[in-house]
């Protein structure tokens, strides 16, 4: 993922972005099961598509390497039986391969669909190795559209926008993915599946809360993770931070914007009861960048004093997108994140010049799905424009990739739980954009604690975006998740491991929204059992 972020956006880190999960649960049913042989199955085309083509083809297993340009590996993959289904929607031209990969033997009886990244609308291999690693019949999609940064397919020949793929990618490929792989496990092991989970992270944590709000009866668990819900509105909204910075004329160095965010982590850290090196509720994290105006910082060997204007561009950057006249459009990035992933900016020229380099998956939305130019320069963008395109994205693109609908009554109704974690410093998804979703939920279903019997919320101090995947800590969302469903054991914490500010592992029970966790006052900082859940007034 360095590899391509080299090419497009100037070394800007783009593995954070992406879900190559390493977190599963242990099979809870691991009998032997009867030995599934590898051939070609009848397929029933899902509601609106025709079947192309059904292969099967046996695989070795062993180590599996990510294809595309995420890449990953994951070793110690059993043989498994791949059956892969071309899907068509009449009239569209478009084909969806929907690949499941079926373990030879040991299956747990358990279904699990996976979720894509960025603009891949399914996994890439690893995820899929990993599920059959425990046990899982896995399947997933890749809506026929492509790889994590390949927009290629946004515009037709005519210069529109593919409203089929763009389906596909939103919603309807994920539940068709859903209906081919049932139908497959069934066929395969003559007998389908006793329970059906789905887990993915941030492309893959709002195809996630789609199914829930679209397909409720799809699955029995959804583990859906820095969920990249609101698409339509935080898509834009992750621009911001280059539309401030060529706004503004001042491109903060990567050090000078890493200091800002050092000294807020430092300023904030007590708020718990103990400095720990974490922000356990970074949205009450209110430091003034202003403070830091003067301090001298090194970056590459060169001596540089933060600005009044650094200070200003950082306290629009995390204040959020605003209209000219100060309405306020979305969250800003969260004051722990990492900023130069976003406001990311080129080395200096031979004239010591520099200008910014935008992210691509916002970068990409705006220019193919809203200017609808490929080549649009989006350095161009004035605030005023800014509001424009936020605007437009919300009116054009709401309805078909919002995901936002908090009447989530249906999948209530299912007998189906989603389980939720996000780090409160995602750099790419404002994690103010996952609690706000949950409000609204919790206002649509009659409060708290009755949305708390099928969904749950945990957040996670000091973590970056889809971190505890094991780039940033740790945590076991499928293993809590298949207790809740199989056992009724609601989760009251996630345990987990996370990375403080001095790069150490300390051990954490996340709490579930809207508690925080805060210091009893004795025993172990970097011990879990030293912290309680509290209501936030109370934090």
Not at 64 to 87: H, M, N, Q, R, Y
Not at 407 to 421: I, V
Not at 472 to 493: I, M, N, R
Request: glycine share 10%; hydrophobic share 35%.
């Amino acid at each position: 993922m360095r590899r391509l972020l080299t090419v497009l956006a100037a070394g800007v880190p783009l593995a954070a972005a992406v879900y190559l999960p390493t977190a599963s649960a242990e099979p809870q049913n691991a009998a032997a099961s009867t030995p599934v042989s590898c051939s070609t199955v009848p397929v029933k085309a899902p509601a609106g598509t025709e079947v192309e083509s059904v292969t099967a083809v046996r695989q070795a297993g062993g180590t599996i390497d990510g294809t595309g340009v995420l890449g990953g590996t994951v070793s110690g993959v059993p043989a498994f039986c791949e059956v892969t289904v071309t899907l068509t929607h009449p009239g569209d031209d478009d084909h969806a391969k929907v690949r499941t990969w079926l373990p030879e033997q040991g299956w747990n009886g358990r279904f699990q669909a996976l979720g894509g990244s960025a603009y891949l609308a399914g996994d890439n291999g690893v995820g899929l190795g990993t599920a059959v690693k425990n046990g899982y019949a896995a399947t997933s999609t890749d809506a026929g559209v492509g790889d994590a940064v390949d927009v290629s397919w946004a515009l037709d020949a005519k210069g529109q926008v593919n409203t089929a793929l763009l389906n596909n990618f939103a919603s309807r490929s994920q539940h068709e993915a859903a209906v081919v792989g049932k139908q497959v496990i069934a066929s395969a092991y003559a007998k389908p599946a006793s329970y059906s989970y789905f887990t993915g992270c941030s492309t893959g944590g709002r195809q996630g809360y789609m199914e829930a709000q679209r397909y409720p009866d799809d699955f029995d668990g959804i583990l859906a993770d820095a969920p990249a819900v609101n698409w339509d509105e935080f898509e834009v909204a992750t621009l911001w931070p280059q539309v401030v910075m060529n706004n503004e004329k001042t491109y903060p160095a990567p050090c000078e914007l890493t200091a800002f965010t050092d000294a807020a982590v430092k300023a904030c850290d007590s708020l718990d009861g103990v400095k720990d090196g974490l922000v356990n509720d970074s949205a009450r994290c209110d430091f003034d960048p202003r403070r830091l105006i003067g301090t001298k910082v090194v970056c590459k060997g060169k001596e540089l004093t933060i600005t009044a204007a650094d200070a200003a561009v950082v306290r629009k950057i995390w204040d959020g997108p605003r209209t000219t006249s100060g309405e306020k459009l979305w969250s800003g990035v969260p004051v722990g994140a990492d900023l130069p992933a976003l406001a990311g900016t080129s080395d200096p020229d031979a004239d010591g010049n520099v200008k910014g380099v935008p992210f691509p998956v916002p970068q990409f939305w705006v220019s193919s799905w809203l200017k609808k130019q490929p080549s649009f320069d989006v350095s161009t963008i004035t605030y005023s424009q800014f509001t424009e395109l936020f605007k437009q994205s919300e009116a054009e693109y709401d309805e078909i990739i919002g995901t936002d609908d908090p009447d989530l009554s249906d999948f209530r109704a299912s007998g189906g739980k989603l389980l939720t974690w996000h780090g409160q410093d995602d750099q790419y998804i404002p994690t103010q954009g996952t609690v706000q979703y949950r409000k609204q939920v919790e206002r649509e279903m009659g409060g708290s604690k009755k949305v708390d019997d099928f969904y749950r919320l945990f957040l996670a101090p000091g973590t970056n975006h889809c971190g505890l995947n094991g780039g940033d800590g740790s945590a076991d969302g499928l293993a809590a998740l298949t207790a809740w469903v199989e056992h009724g054991k609601a989760p009251q914490t996630l345990p987990a491991t996370l990375i403080n500010s001095a790069n150490e592992q300390v051990d954490r029970d996340l709490c579930s929204y809207p508690q925080v966790s805060r210091y009893k006052g004795y025993g172990d900082p970097d011990a879990a059992s030293s912290f309680r859940c509290v209501a936030p007034f109370q934090h």
